[in-house]
């Protein structure tokens, strides 16, 4: 019975070692929202994207390669992209951003910009995964830099 108990505790203890920490938001109506920190975490994974291409490309034309090291970095920039995703549709299009009716075409046209720049936040970062061309960087500053622009106004920290 001792056996059994510490193998138990054992198990229980391996187990743990291997659980990694998510790091994200709920989807119960809480009302605790930080969008600028969500921004901000965008904008990390691009600059991490971006570290990752240059690694990557560094290492490839390196004479002697590295292949650990290389596929470390791609791993790397697939996880940054893949967490960027995550933000977009779990934070922003899921939680954030409200549909809006026709009768306001104000509100309409900002929700339509907003959706429209977030997707393009996907599809860069898809692209980003698929090649080490530094362009796909310059796009999701770009369209980043328009999504803040749009959600947060001109003070730029603050959500209607």
């Known amino acids: 019975m001792k056996n059994l ?5 054992i198990l229980i203890l ?15 109506p809480c009302g605790i929202y930080n969008d600028t920190l969500r921004a901000d975490l965008i904008a990390e994974h691009i600059m991490t994207i ?4 240059n690694q990557i490309n560094a290492l490839r034309q390196a004479e002697d390669k590295n292949y650990n ?3 470390r970095w791609v791993n790397n920039k697939e996880q940054h992209a893949n967490e960027l995703q995550h933000i977009v549709t779990q934070y922003f299009m899921t939680q954030r951003i409200k549909p809006v009716t ?9 929700y339509d910009l907003e959706l429209s720049l977030l997707h393009e936040l996907l599809v ?17 500053r770009e369209t980043l830099k328009a999504f803040r622009e749009s959600y947060f106004g001109e003070h730029g920290h603050s959500h209607e």
Do not use: N, R, Y
């Not at 108990?5 to 505790?9: A, C, E, I, N």
């Open 5 to 9: 108990k510490t193998f138990s505790l």
């Open 14 to 28: 391996i187990s743990g070692l291997g659980a990694q920490s998510v790091f994200a938001h709920c989807e119960i």
């Open 50 to 53: 971006e570290k990752s291409i």
């Open 69 to 71: 090291q290389l596929i």
């Open 102 to 110: 026709e009768e306001d075409p104000a509100k309409k046209a900002k």
């Open 124 to 140: 860069w970062s898809m692209k980003a995964k698929q090649t080490t061309d530094l362009k796909t960087v310059e796009k999701l």
